[in-house]
Structures are given as C-alpha cells and as structure tokens.
C-alpha cells in the first residue's frame, strides 16, 4: 500500500508531490483513421513538447496498428501511483483499447520512451469469449497490478457495462471484474477508491447506436444512458444506480478528488451541458447533484434549432482546485474554481473553434448567457478546425494541452472540415493563482501534415503518469 511506501514503484506518493514532479517533455497521443477515407492504419504519435528540444512542437515518433479501422480512443498504464508502494511494479507499457476492433495493444514506452514499440496484442476473441464484452474504452492499473479495461458493449454490439481484468504481467485476459449478472446496461468511464470500498461507472451508449454519428431518436429510444454506477469495491457488486435524469443524460468523463481521503467528485454529463457532483452521504450510501449548467442556444443554420454545450471532457486539477471542461460543440474551454465543492466558480473561459463561429453558417438567436459569437481562432497562421475536445494538464497545472477529435463517426458527422484538415494540439497557459486561460500562440501541433495523410488525435498521455491517469489510494 501507498502509506507503507520508501518510495520506489511507479508514480508519485501523493497528488500533491505529483505537482512537483518534473516538467513533460513528450506526450502520447492515439491518431484515428476511421472514417477519414485514409486505408491506414492508426497509431501513437510522440510529440516533443519540451521548449528547450530542436523538435519542440513536432511528431517525433510514430508507431502504427498491424490493422485497420481499429478506432484507438483512450489510453492508460499497467502501472501507475496506485502501485508506488510496490518497487518491483515499473510504468513501461501503454494500454491502448481500439473501441471500434475491441482490440487491445500493448506497447513497450519504458525500453525507448521517445520511439514506442509494441509488445502484445490481445485479439478481440479473447475478450469476447472469456468476458462476453467488446468495445473497451478506460484503463486503469490496480493496485493488485492488474489492468482494468471498461467497456461500452457486448460482442453484438449491444450496451454493456462490464470490466476486463488483463495479468498485469502477462497482459492475457484474465476474466471479468464484476460479477456474474451484475454488469450494467451501458459502459464508459470509471473510477475507484479503494480507501472508500467503491468505484463509481458512467454510459455512453449502445456501440451499434453511436459507432457512425449521433441521432437524438436513439436517446428517445433508450440507446444511451444517463446513470452513474455504484459498485463495492471489494465484493465487485454493484450497489446502487444513481439516475441523473434528462439534466444527467450521457454522463461520461467520472473524476474522484485526488485526494484519496475525499468521498466526492465530478462528472460531466455531455448532452445537456451539465456537471454534477457524486458524494457519499451521512447515511454511507452515494448521492449526486446538479452543480454546473451550460445552458444550449437557440440557432438557426445548424441541424437543430438548438445547440447543447456537449461537454465531453472533464479534469481536475491535481490539487483539486481547478475543474476544467470542454464545451465541443459551442467551441470552449472552462476553468472552475471548485473550493467550495457544492457551489463551481467560474474562472476562465476561452473559445477555440466550435460550431458557433461568427463567421460561419449558424447565427445564434438566443443565449441565456448573452455571450457574443466567437471569432474563428487562428495559432501560428492555422485556423482550428473542429472543437477543443481532450485535455490534459500538466503536474503543476500551469500548461493545459487540448486535442480537437472526439470520436471519428462524430467527427464526421459534426466537424466534417477536420476530416479533411485534422485535427490540432493546443496549449493553453493557466493562471493558477487567480483562474484565467490564454493560448500559447507559439504552440500548435497540426495532425493535417502527417506523413499519411489528415488524422485524429485523441487523448493526451505523459510518460510519468498525469492527473487523469493516477488514482492514490
């Protein structure tokens, strides 16, 4: 366990010595050709984000799939500071699901950090016949050293939300996490809390519902989901289902409180631009309530007459000050300041791109806000396509990266310009004294000039583990 620690295994001991851990010098990110029309395959980019190197701001490594229209979306550790205790548990292999193959690669970053190679694939039948899942998503090392893989469905394509446990040795499939009969109707993202005997789950949808774009009818029809799952850590039961309503509908990206001690955090729930914050109750059970609404715009020109926010993206800071999101389709990023837990105060906000530009197609006719169109956002002579999407931030959260693609069927269908040009990577400078967001004009990684043509970057990975990643215990 972390508290019996000298200091030897993987990660920090604590989020707050995390913040004084070294400056990135280079970052993962997966690159999708799905539904690009590019018969490539996708693969890790390393960027150079260190602004001493010669290479800064450039792709230097790139590691493609053995295959096709895999569709790599999120990445994590077969260790991280849950294991720091543990000096004979090393962070060296990236775990990429592919969410579309239901593939699993496992890539070796600890024998060249700056040029991955890969290590094992796990095929989609060993998932499908030992699990009865398919369509992985979040990665999260235990401390046990095993690796935990959510996922959206079953083998048909249906919603279902289980856990894959892989030997964090071996990487072979060991079985499910949870117990027979006990997975829930949807999958996306969890979180656990080992202190608390809990780990909480969210959903996203059916994959046969959301695989090639979005359509409000399967909402109606029940094909997405709008409840957190409550699951006893140590019996893997689950225990409760908090249903968040049509406010709550599609909650995806769920974040405890760095701080093991705390029995709270955060999700954003995408499709009415909510967040809502998860806490234990008096009485030891799970309770969630509506914190932070970003309200949808009346508009005419687009494929609605109204447009939600649509958070997609969710974190916090490391010494859980700062709440960050992304609004995809209005096109912006928010800083919350969260010490008063019930009651995010907003402290920056910064727009680049989206679906609301005032030089585009859709004219705004009402915003509960009164916030004016925003200007097409240019970085060193590039206009952004797409919305900022994915995020991370560094250790110190001073430095908060952005990619623009979402998922390349949404992509598609509502940013079809990225299709065409990629997608980007921003940095934008954090005030985290006061709250406050600005571009690093100087900083822009532009995915449309790849050796293979356009392509998607997705999530955002340091070698060393990052605020996302790591869970404490």
């Avoid at 970052?27 to 001493?52: E, F, S």
């Avoid at 509506?290 to 010494?319: C, F, N, Q, R, Y």
Wanted: charge should be neutral; include cysteine.
């Amino acid at each position: 366990m972390a508290t019996k620690c000298t200091g030897c295994g993987p990660g920090y001991k604590s989020p707050l010595d995390a913040m004084k851990g070294p400056r990135e010098e280079i970052v993962y990110l997966p690159c999708i050709y799905r539904n690009t029309g590019i018969q490539k395959p996708d693969y890790l980019a390393t960027v150079d984000v260190d602004p001493k190197s010669p290479t800064y701001c450039q792709v230097i490594h790139r590691l493609p799939m053995p295959n096709l229209n895999d569709e790599l979306h999120h990445s994590g550790w077969n260790a991280c500071s849950s294991c720091f205790g543990d000096s004979s548990k090393k962070r060296n292999r990236l775990i990429l699901p592919s969410l579309i193959s239901s593939r699993v690669y496992i890539v070796d970053t600890g024998t060249d950090p700056r040029a991955p190679q890969m290590h094992k694939i796990v095929e989609p039948t060993d998932i499908f016949w030992k699990t009865g899942l398919a369509n992985p998503h979040t990665t999260h090392c235990l401390g046990s050293g095993q690796i935990m893989i959510s996922s959206l469905g079953d083998p048909s394509g249906n919603g279902k939300g289980g856990f894959i446990l892989l030997d964090g040795k071996t990487f072979e499939v060991v079985g499910n996490w949870e117990l027979p009969g006990e997975a829930a109707p949807f999958g996306y993202d969890f979180w656990y809390q080992p202190r608390h005997n809990v780990m909480m789950s969210t959903e996203w949808g059916a994959p046969k519902a959301l695989a090639y774009g979005f359509n409000p009818e399967h909402v109606k029809e029940g094909l997405y989901g709008s409840k957190i799952h409550v699951w006893d850590w140590t019996t893997h039961k689950r225990l409760q289902s908090l249903d968040l309503g049509e406010e709550g509908a599609i909650p995806l990206e769920i974040r405890f409180l760095h701080d093991p001690a705390a029995t709270e955090g955060y999700v954003g729930c995408a499709l009415q631009g909510t967040v809502f914050r998860f806490y234990r109750t008096p009485k030891g059970d799970w309770a969630a309530e509506k914190v932070i609404h970003v309200p949808s715009k009346k508009v005419e020109g687009w494929a609605l007459p109204v447009m939600p926010s649509l958070i997609t993206d969710i974190l916090i800071s490391l010494d859980d000050r700062f709440l960050y999101f992304s609004n995809w389709l209005h096109g912006d990023i928010r800083q919350y300041d969260i010490t008063n837990r019930r009651n995010p105060r907003l402290a920056g906000q910064l727009f680049l791109g989206g679906s609301i530009l005032n030089d585009g197609p859709v004219k705004v006719l009402e915003d509960p806000e009164n916030q004016s169109q925003p200007p097409p956002r240019t970085i060193k002579g590039k206009r952004i396509p797409g919305s900022p999407q994915m995020l991370q931030l560094s250790l110190d959260g001073k430095r908060l990266y952005v990619t623009t693609s979402l998922y390349s069927g949404w992509d598609k269908q509502f940013y079809p310009e990225m299709i065409k040009e990629g997608s980007v990577m921003m940095q934008i400078d954090v005030n985290t004294a006061n709250g406050g967001l600005k571009v690093n004009e100087n900083f822009l990684v532009d995915f449309g000039k790849e050796p293979n043509g356009p392509a998607l970057a997705h999530e955002l990975r340091y070698p060393g583990g990052d605020c996302t990643s790591d869970i404490w215990l």
